[in-house]
């Protein structure tokens, strides 16, 4: 499980049309929003993924990078990009599975074709929504075992406001006795 406050796996990953990714080095005053997604053959992930790209403005608007990552390959990962119409969303794709457990993503297998006829890919990882800050650190943190009932990313600008204006800090970093 990753600790608000603490510093993340380290994710470097190439992308569509910027480059290679590397959280590392992002350079965004308030730090980069991470969607992990389920891949093509998500419908659910298509449209929670249009979300994001309308939103992405309004992330940059706070000093915040986005990014949308997934264990496809860059051809699958172009037809997501143009499938929603993508022309600020940074895509990432080649999300090997390991990594995808350290950063505490679930892994399902293929269940064949899904209900838009894309054969899933034998293994691949489970929606997860992640803030980090410049140095690293999650900031926020979901992970989901199934597409269903995904944070909403109006309700996230709107949380960065308030966290910004209040200078409020990461929260559930406390890992001793219970």
């Known amino acids: 499980m990753l600790i608000p406050r603490q ?3 380290n994710l470097a990953l190439p992308t ?3 480059g ?3 959280l ?3 350079t965004a005053e308030r730090g980069t929003v991470i969607c992990f997604y389920r891949g093509l053959h998500c419908p659910i992930c298509a449209n929670y993924l249009t979300e994001l790209e309308k939103r992405v403005a309004d992330f940059a608007e706070r000093g915040v990078n986005c990014i949308a990552v997934s264990s496809d390959g860059e051809e699958r990962t172009r037809a997501m990009a143009d499938k ?3 022309k600020s969303l940074r895509f990432a ?3 090997p599975l390991d990594v995808a457990r350290e950063w505490g993503l679930y892994i399902s297998t ?3 074709k899904t209900s838009i006829g894309i054969e899933e890919p034998a293994l691949f990882s489970e929606p997860g929504l992640f803030m980090v800050t410049p140095d690293q650190t999650l900031y926020y943190g979901s992970v989901q075992t199934m597409p269903f009932v995904r944070p909403h990313f109006s309700e996230l600008v709107g949380a960065l406001d308030f966290a910004i204006a209040n200078d409020y800090p990461a929260r559930g970093e406390y890992t001793g006795a219970v």
């Open 93 to 95: 794709y080649g999300l």
């Open 16 to 18: 569509l049309d910027h």
């Open 24 to 26: 590392s080095g992002e």
């Open 20 to 22: 290679a990714f590397d």
């Open 110 to 112: 293929s269940r064949g």
């Open 84 to 86: 929603i119409g993508a």
């Open 7 to 9: 510093k993340t796996p």
